[in-house]
């Protein structure tokens, strides 16, 4: 297979594909968005234009840069506008049949030489991808929150991935500037395998030890030299994400320190969600 990836498209432009569409056009992609209602579809256009108008305001990109990028990004309710698109990445919510529903109809869509990707943070590609009838043509590429802040992406193969697809995938994560990480489709990939059960660890610690976020926080910050604290962390990831992700791990190894913390699964049912709601452990504007 070959072909130059040229227009990019985004099923789903919640929090990570406003990022990712972000990332592509700023990289010089066209990109076509998808969502669910204009309404939706409009909203993230208007996150995208909030976020580049900031990067000019601080010098990042000029105004006419970014009036271009904008207009590189086509919205759409229509999966059939797809079509045209040599690569799409889904990022949809994280749910296995939502995806695989997505994946049956892309399926049909787009042309036979298009790349299907899932932006999944914790679900199995290979499972996403016998949803299609080529399975093959399928790779994961997961994005890190925000977007267009952490370069990291984790591009995975499944076990039939055509060496040529997940080279085109690997190589169009270059393209867009980020730092690209080959691995294989195991439960949380590499980052999350680590991540997640370090970071219920240090919430559990809270109760256990009687101590306060802020102090979990500094203790990671000037005891490891994290960047951010595990508690701020999660509310920047949104803990209702965090506790999907936990899950999803603990489904599929059945490990202790992968099932979500109590603590979180009640902040997530009382609806204190971390920066998107204003309030998890700490309280946002």
Same mark, same amino acid.
């Given at each position: 297979?070959?072909? %130059?990836?040229?227009?990019?498209?985004?099923?789903?432009?919640?929090?990570?594909?406003?990022?990712?569409?972000?990332?592509?056009?700023?990289?010089?992609?066209?990109?076509?968005?998808? %969502?669910?209602?204009?309404?939706?579809?409009?909203?993230?256009?208007?996150?995208?234009?909030?976020?580049?108008?900031?990067?000019?305001?601080?010098?990042?990109?000029?105004?006419?840069?970014?009036?271009?990028?904008?207009?590189?990004?086509?919205?759409?309710?229509?999966?059939?506008?797809?079509?045209?698109?040599?690569?799409?990445?889904?990022?949809?919510? %994280?749910?296995?049949?939502?995806?695989?529903?997505?994946?049956?109809?892309?399926?049909?869509?787009?042309?036979?030489?298009?790349?299907?990707?899932?932006?999944? /943070?914790?679900?199995?590609?290979?499972?996403?991808?016998?949803?299609? /009838?080529?399975? %093959?043509?399928?790779?994961?590429?997961?994005?890190?929150?925000?977007?267009?802040?952490?370069?990291?992406?984790?591009?995975?193969?499944?076990?039939?991935?055509?060496?040529?697809?997940?080279?085109?995938?690997?190589?169009?994560?270059?393209?867009?500037?980020?730092?690209?990480?080959?691995?294989?489709?195991?439960?949380?990939?590499?980052?999350?395998?680590?991540?997640?059960?370090?970071?219920?660890?240090?919430?559990?610690?809270?109760?256990?030890?009687?101590?306060?976020?802020?102090?979990?926080?500094?203790?990671?910050?000037?005891?490891?030299?994290?960047?951010?604290?595990?508690?701020?962390?999660?509310?920047?990831?949104?803990?209702?994400?965090?506790?999907?992700? /936990?899950?999803?791990? =603990?489904?599929?190894?059945?490990?202790?320190?992968?099932?979500?913390?109590?603590?979180?699964?009640?902040?997530?049912?009382?609806?204190?969600?971390?920066?998107?709601?204003?309030?998890?452990? =700490?309280?946002?504007?």
């Amino acid at each position: 297979m070959a072909g %130059e990836i040229r227009t990019v498209g985004v099923l789903g432009l919640g929090t990570m594909g406003a990022g990712i569409a972000q990332v592509c056009v700023q990289a010089g992609f066209d990109v076509v968005g998808r %969502e669910v209602s204009a309404e939706l579809g409009e909203l993230a256009k208007a996150r995208v234009d909030h976020y580049l108008s900031r990067g000019v305001e601080k010098g990042r990109l000029t105004a006419e840069e970014k009036d271009a990028a904008l207009a590189r990004l086509r919205l759409t309710t229509d999966i059939g506008d797809l079509a045209g698109c040599e690569l799409v990445i889904e990022a949809a919510f %994280e749910d296995l049949e939502v995806k695989r529903g997505l994946f049956a109809e892309l399926d049909q869509t787009l042309g036979p030489d298009a790349i299907l990707a899932t932006n999944t /943070s914790a679900l199995s590609v290979t499972e996403i991808a016998a949803a299609t /009838s080529r399975p %093959e043509c399928v790779v994961g590429m997961h994005f890190f929150n925000p977007a267009p802040v952490l370069p990291l992406v984790e591009v995975v193969r499944t076990e039939v991935t055509e060496g040529d697809v997940f080279d085109r995938a690997y190589a169009f994560a270059q393209a867009l500037g980020k730092e690209p990480i080959a691995c294989h489709d195991t439960p949380g990939f590499v980052v999350n395998r680590i991540l997640i059960p370090l970071l219920n660890d240090c919430v559990r610690v809270l109760d256990e030890a009687r101590v306060a976020p802020e102090d979990v926080d500094r203790a990671m910050r000037f005891g490891t030299n994290w960047a951010i604290g595990p508690c701020a962390l999660i509310d920047l990831i949104g803990v209702d994400v965090h506790v999907h992700a /936990s899950e999803a791990l =603990y489904d599929a190894l059945r490990e202790p320190r992968m099932a979500p913390p109590p603590r979180l699964v009640r902040m997530t049912q009382a609806g204190h969600l971390g920066r998107k709601t204003g309030r998890g452990f =700490y309280t946002y504007d």
